[in-house]
C-alpha cells in the first residue's frame, strides 16, 4: 500500500541582512528578534502536528529557524537533517548588496522607469519570477548567480530524494522543511505552486504539499495561519 508524506515547507525567520535589505542568497546572517518571534509562532502554530522528520539548507539561517520553531512546537528530539540542495539561490555579486540596487538593475533592464512598477508586475504574474531570476543571472558580472531552472533542478532533486527517503518503509508521514523564499518558488512552481502563489513568501510562511505515488500535489502555497494561529497561543498563554 503506498504511503502519503506531507511536506509542510516553511521559509526561515527574519534575519539581519532582511531586516538591512540586503540581498541574501548565499551569503548568511542570524535571526533577528523579530525573526526568532515569529519562528516561535510557527512552532506554536504546529503543535498539532507530530513530525517525523525535519529538514534544512546547509545555511546557518534555515536550521536556527527549525531549531526555534521545533522548541515551540515540542519535538526538540527530532535530528535537522542539511540539505544543501535546500539552499537559497545564488546572486553572484549581488549578494549582500543593498536590494534596491539589484532590483533596480533588473528593472531597468526590463525597460522599467520605476522598479515599483516591475513589482506590481511580478506580484499580478506579468512577470515570472523565472524572468526576474534569470535577468539577474545575465546581469552577475561573476556569472556565480544562478539561473531559475538551476535553482529549481537542484531543489527539486533534494525533494524527490527526501520523499523517496521517507516513502522507504511505506508508512505515512509529516516532514518538516525550512527552506528560503525563492529557492521555495523555484522547487514548487513547476509542481503546482505558480497558480496558487499570490505575491512573494513571508517568513514563516508555509506551503504544504504532499506525495503519493511518485507525485507531489502543493496544496497552499505561502499560509501564514500557522504563524497567526502561534501567535494568539503564545498571546493568551503570556
Known amino acids: 500500500m503506498s504511503s502519503t508524506i506531507t511536506f509542510y515547507i516553511a521559509r526561515h525567520g527574519k534575519t539581519l541582512l532582511n531586516t538591512l535589505d540586503r540581498v541574501?542568497?548565499?551569503?548568511?546572517?542570524?535571526?533577528?528578534?523579530?525573526?526568532?518571534?515569529?519562528?516561535?509562532?510557527?512552532?506554536?502554530?504546529?503543535?498539532?502536528?507530530?513530525f517525523d522528520a525535519v529538514y534544512a539548507s546547509d545555511l546557518r539561517r534555515t536550521r536556527q529557524t527549525a531549531e526555534v520553531v521545533l522548541s515551540q512546537q515540542g519535538q526538540t528530539d527530532l535530528p535537522?537533517?542539511?540539505?544543501?540542495?535546500?539552499?537559497?539561490?545564488?546572486?553572484?555579486?549581488?549578494?549582500?548588496?543593498?536590494?534596491a540596487k539589484m532590483w533596480g538593475n533588473v528593472a531597468?533592464?526590463?525597460?522599467?522607469?520605476?522598479?515599483?512598477d516591475m513589482y506590481r508586475d511580478v506580484f499580478h504574474g506579468k512577470i515570472s519570477n523565472k524572468e526576474a531570476l534569470d535577468v539577474i543571472s545575465k546581469l552577475d558580472h561573476m556569472?556565480?548567480?544562478?539561473?531559475?531552472?538551476?535553482?529549481?533542478?537542484r531543489s527539486q532533486s533534494a525533494l524527490r530524494e527526501v520523499a523517496a527517503n521517507e516513502t522507504a518503509n511505506g508508512k505515512d508521514k509529516n516532514v518538516l522543511v525550512i527552506a528560503h523564499g525563492m529557492s521555495i518558488i523555484c522547487m514548487l512552481q513547476s509542481l503546482?505552486?505558480?497558480?496558487?502563489?499570490k505575491g512573494h513568501l513571508e517568513n514563516a510562511a508555509v506551503c504544504k504539499v504532499t506525495y503519493r505515488d511518485g507525485k507531489f500535489d502543493v496544496q497552499s502555497m505561502g499560509d501564514m495561519s500557522y504563524v497567526h494561529t502561534g501567535r494568539e497561543q503564545l498571546t493568551v498563554n503570556s
Open 108 to 116: 531597468l533592464f526590463l525597460q522599467y522607469v520605476k522598479m515599483e
Open 192 to 197: 503546482g505552486g505558480k497558480e496558487l502563489l
Open 143 to 153: 556569472g556565480l548567480a544562478e539561473t531559475f531552472e538551476q535553482v529549481e533542478t
Open 80 to 99: 535537522i537533517n542539511e540539505v544543501y540542495g535546500f539552499r537559497e539561490a545564488c546572486f553572484g555579486s549581488f549578494e549582500s548588496d543593498f536590494n
Open 24 to 50: 541574501q542568497g548565499w551569503c548568511d546572517s542570524p535571526l533577528t528578534p523579530e525573526g526568532i518571534e515569529v519562528a516561535q509562532f510557527l512552532g506554536a502554530g504546529l503543535r498539532d502536528i507530530s
